[in-house]
């Protein structure tokens, strides 16, 4: 029991939160992207970009909230981008994402030459959104819980906030059955007049919003500077996340939580030191766990009917 406790603690569930952070982002903006029939495989390119202007913006002005600003501006602008690419120039969707995650690793090598005169890390910020860490009062209180979600840093509580609206959106709001109808059935929802081709680009914008939010966080509130490729993958077991939670808000949400368990495991074991094995082994964790997750063990896939679709009106 004491070999457990030492692994399976506070400790372990707020380091779990923390790295569930920009999966969760990257993995809800898949959702919303793909429920509008547009498939993103780009969140990788997206969170890379989104990380490198939110660096550079906090660096730049030593303010770390224009720093997001200019995190999310630079996502936004990947998500459309992707929109332009799927939606107007009617390019197949994987290749489009492809592309995008491309860019996202030789625009970033080259503006941090540009910028900061070398590759490899950027200058670090002078101060960053972990700075502005705090606890939120009475909630804070809460035996377990008030210490892991309510005593975080200002990206986790956006985090929060963003799933509760991006949810009711999506099931209570005329929007949400537009974006639904979108990925489902676009032919019947130009039947009614709406804009097939606006609600996918405010799906793919957005999208690429959450991407740069999650890009930020690891540069600005995880970090004090950029890295070449530091998401190391997140965007693609956000994918995973996405698929194993069926398409679905909540569904991606626990699926992330569960990457994030995994990696926070791997590296807790790693730190206490209890296994004598190779360090190396314990970074293959969360993508093993994708794995698992993507082949049908966490929950039933079932893909909006119209995805990947090419919709051109009459």
């Not at 799927?86 to 910028?115: C, E, K």
């Not at 960053?128 to 809460?142: D, G, M, Q, T, V």
Request: a neutral charge; glycine letters at 12%; charged letters at 10%.
């Amino acid at each position: 029991m004491n070999f457990i406790g030492s692994i399976i603690n506070t400790e372990f569930f707020i380091a779990a939160v923390r790295l569930s952070v920009p999966i969760i982002l990257a993995a809800v903006a898949a959702t919303i992207c793909e429920k509008a029939g547009i498939i993103n495989i780009a969140m990788e390119g997206m969170m890379l970009i989104g990380a490198f202007f939110a660096a550079w913006g906090a660096w730049l002005t030593g303010n770390p909230w224009i720093g997001l600003m200019f995190g999310i501006f630079a996502g936004t602008a990947m998500g459309l981008f992707h929109g332009w690419a799927t939606i107007d120039l009617h390019m197949n969707h994987v290749v489009s994402g492809a592309v995008i995650n491309i860019l996202g690793f030789g625009i970033t090598r080259y503006l941090m030459v540009l910028v900061f005169g070398h590759p490899g890390n950027s200058e670090q910020i002078p101060l960053s959104l972990a700075a502005f860490r705090f606890k939120i009062p009475l909630l804070n209180k809460i035996p377990f819980i008030g210490d892991i979600l309510f005593n975080q840093t200002p990206i986790v509580y956006l985090t929060i906030v963003l799933l509760f609206v991006i949810q009711w959106v999506l099931k209570r709001s005329a929007f949400g059955l537009h974006l639904h109808a979108a990925g489902e059935h676009p032919e019947v929802l130009a039947t009614l007049g709406i804009s097939v081709k606006k609600i996918r680009y405010i799906a793919v914008g957005f999208s690429g919003t959450l991407c740069g939010i999650a890009g930020a966080f690891l540069s600005i509130e995880n970090g004090l500077s950029f890295s070449e490729g530091m998401t190391s993958g997140r965007g693609f077991i956000a994918l995973g996340a996405n698929t194993a939670g069926g398409w679905s808000i909540i569904g991606s949400v626990i699926a992330s939580l569960f990457f994030g368990a995994v990696d926070a495991l791997a590296l807790r074991i790693q730190v206490l030191n209890i296994f004598d094995i190779y360090s190396e082994l314990f970074l293959i964790f969360p993508y093993v766990a994708a794995l698992i997750a993507v082949g049908g063990l966490v929950f039933k896939s079932n893909p909006p009917k119209a995805l990947g679709e090419d919709y051109q009106s009459e």
